[in-house]
């Protein structure tokens, strides 16, 4: 399985991503919109889970929130929950609006599916000089016995392409690097638990039988854990790390 098709392999699976996957705290949002901002953009947002926060720190201002999708799926999903957004089809390499018209353009889980080279020469032509950049990721904390178990049951190989990258260094036309981590606990069902789980490319491009006994390795893992067994409430703890850049001007 390339590496294509495991970024295009969303769309499939839009609802388990729409019902499952995690939001973000609204403070990593606070953090990167620039004071002032007319215009932010969202790239590679999928359904719009790191959109909305944005869209809500931003609200009640003149601020444009732009969400730019390549999956048809993925962005008709975004458009029906937040109507009020333009979603427009694009990619990190190739970002729909004219140089220097943005203030802030955000990659949330998406930078790794971006050529940085491509994708850092489109930012710096999308953004006005002063604006920010920022990647970010929301990453399971594992300090927990039964979220590091987790781990072993669904991690493969494949993921390490599409895992965090504590070493992001841009430069080029971006100066100014800072870095934040900010620890949260995300709360859902089983369910909804399931469907993040299963929402992930590397395991979305299994086949069915393969994707169903993994499936029930986390439903066991559920049902015999002390911190999980007997309850529908999932709390899965996260350290979002942010990485903040700004355009030189």
Do not use: C
């Amino acid at each position: 399985m390339t590496f294509e098709q495991h970024a295009r392999s969303f769309g499939s699976a839009v609802d388990a991503y729409e019902h499952g996957r995690p939001g973000y705290p609204t403070e990593v949002a606070a953090w990167l919109v620039p004071e002032g901002a007319r215009r932010v953009v969202d790239v590679g947002a999928g359904t719009g889970k790191f959109t909305r926060v944005l869209a809500d720190v931003v609200a009640g201002t003149d601020a444009d929130v732009v969400a730019v999708e390549p999956d048809a799926a993925m962005r008709s999903r975004l458009a029906e929950v937040l109507p009020d957004v333009r979603a427009l089809d694009g990619s990190g390499e190739a970002i729909p609006l004219p140089d220097g018209s943005a203030d802030l353009v955000t990659f949330a889980q998406s930078w790794h599916w971006v050529d940085r080279d491509a994708g850092v020469a489109e930012v710096a032509r999308v953004l006005r000089p002063g604006g920010v950049l920022g990647l970010v990721w929301n990453v399971r904390d594992e300090t927990d016995d039964w979220s590091r178990r987790l781990g072993d049951v669904i991690t493969r190989p494949e993921a390490r392409r599409m895992s965090y990258d504590d070493d992001t260094v841009l430069g080029g036309p971006f100066v100014g690097r800072a870095h934040r981590v900010f620890e949260w606990v995300h709360e859902q069902d089983r369910t909804a638990f399931l469907d993040m789980v299963l929402s992930r490319s590397y395991l979305i491009v299994l086949p069915d039988d393969e994707r169903a006994a993994l499936r029930q390795e986390v439903v066991d893992l559920l049902d015999s854990d002390p911190a999980t067994a007997g309850s529908d409430l999932v709390r899965v703890p996260y350290r979002t790390h942010v990485h903040r850049y700004e355009r030189r001007p």
